[in-house]
């Protein structure tokens, strides 16, 4: 059982590995965009602690656009 949660954990964080990355690097994040749910989202805005794009366009109409978003927050100053 062990060794399958461990597997588990590579694979989590090959899936979040570009997110958890992302703002290290303004040119790699927009070249690269994000996949999300077998899509390619293209990175257009890089303002730490947010960055965030859209897929689609105006071709498809509002109804085919979507947007993503991933933002970094420091745990010790949230608000509840």
Same mark, same amino acid.
């Given at each position: 059982?062990?060794?399958?949660?461990? +597997? &588990?954990?590579?694979?989590? +964080?090959?899936?979040?590995? @570009?997110? &958890?990355? $992302?703002?290290? =690097?303004?040119?790699?994040?927009?070249?690269?965009?994000?996949?999300?749910?077998?899509? *390619?989202?293209?990175? *257009?805005?890089? *303002?730490?602690?947010?960055?965030?794009?859209?897929?689609?366009?105006? @071709?498809?109409?509002? =109804? @085919? %656009? =979507?947007?993503? $978003? $991933?933002?970094?927050?420091?745990?010790?100053? &949230?608000? %509840?």
């Amino acid at each position: 059982m062990r060794k399958y949660k461990i +597997l &588990l954990t590579y694979i989590k +964080l090959f899936f979040y590995r @570009e997110y &958890l990355t $992302c703002m290290n =690097e303004r040119d790699t994040t927009i070249g690269k965009g994000f996949r999300f749910l077998g899509n *390619h989202f293209d990175v *257009h805005r890089f *303002h730490p602690p947010l960055v965030y794009g859209r897929r689609g366009g105006p @071709e498809g109409g509002p =109804e @085919e %656009c =979507e947007g993503i $978003c $991933c933002s970094r927050v420091n745990i010790t100053k &949230l608000i %509840c």
